[in-house]
Nanobody, 128 residues
Framework: QVQLVESGGGVVQAGGSLRLSCAAS????????MGWFRQAPGKEREFVGA????????YYADSVKGRFTISRDNGNNMVYLQMNSLKPEDTAVYYC?????????????????????WGQGTQVTVSS
């Protein structure tokens, strides 16, 4: 089992930055694909980005590409989502998630069903 806890959310003005953290316990994250998702009020949860340690591979949704960056600190079992140039439409609850080693090769998973473990989410509000 992997337990994930997000932190770092808050209120920021448009154009600002936030860094979300995801702390894992239970197992080392080194073999997992780590994903970030978000859910805005009244909308379905959507994929934000994913990272695979093998090859330091990342993939981002078009809506955040060039503004958001996923990184890892494997020694501390942490994953981060650096969010720059934030827009009001980035307002959502952000979730980190872990997918198992079956995705060690090939495209990074973007569907929720591919991820086995989820955090409780952290709220990000971007004011205009």
């Amino acid at each position: 089992q992997v337990q994930l806890v997000e932190s770092g959310g808050g209120v920021v003005q448009a154009g600002g930055s936030l860094r979300l953290s995801c702390a894992a316990s239970g197992r080392t994250l080194s073999g997992y694909i780590m994903g970030w998702f978000r859910q805005a009020p009244g909308k379905e949860r959507e994929f934000v980005g994913a990272h695979r340690r093998r090859g330091d591979t990342t993939y981002y949704a078009d809506s955040v590409k060039g503004r958001f960056t996923i990184s890892r600190d494997n020694g501390n079992n942490m994953v981060y989502l650096q969010m720059n140039s934030l827009k009001p439409e980035d307002t959502a609850v952000y979730y980190c998630a872990a997918a198992g080693t079956r995705f060690s090769f090939g495209p990074l998973p973007t569907r929720e069903s591919a991820y086995d473990y989820w955090g409780q989410g952290t709220q990000v509000t971007v004011s205009s």
